[in-house]
């Protein structure tokens, strides 16, 4: 048992349900180690408070507010926007490709030699 164990024992959540033998190594090591003694008291500690209810208004407006956030609660109209936003932005891309691609055109076309059309 090392520090990182420990570590991932008291992440895993309720540390009152290991079995015996994983207790005991436990133990064992926080005896010598003054850094998960503590983290392993700590989290025993907060584990074992009890919580007060929340408020019943509380529970209706953090509903509400929740509600709101969802896309069901979402405008249309704000829905279309993303929509034009992505299609600009799109062009835009397109746009500066076209203008990177022209700027290097002539450079292109020189080095090419001239080939004489013959007719066929």
């Not at 019943?56 to 109209?77: F, I, K, M």
């Not at 799109?90 to 001239?114: D, F, K, S, T, Y």
């Amino acid at each position: 048992m090392n520090c990182q164990d420990i570590a991932q024992i008291l992440d895993d959540g309720d540390t009152r349900r290991l079995d015996t033998g994983l207790r005991r190594a436990v133990e064992a090591h926080i005896a010598g180690c003054p850094e998960c003694a503590r983290d392993w008291h700590n989290h025993d500690h907060l584990t074992t408070r009890s919580l007060p209810a929340m408020p019943p208004v509380l529970v209706a407006r953090c509903r509400e507010l929740t509600a709101c956030a969802t896309p069901a609660g979402r405008s249309q109209r704000t829905g279309k926007r993303y929509i034009v936003v992505g299609a600009l932005a799109a062009l835009a891309a397109a746009a500066a490709m076209l203008v990177i691609g022209l700027r290097n055109a002539p450079e292109e076309l020189a080095a090419q030699p001239e080939v004489a059309l013959q007719p066929a």
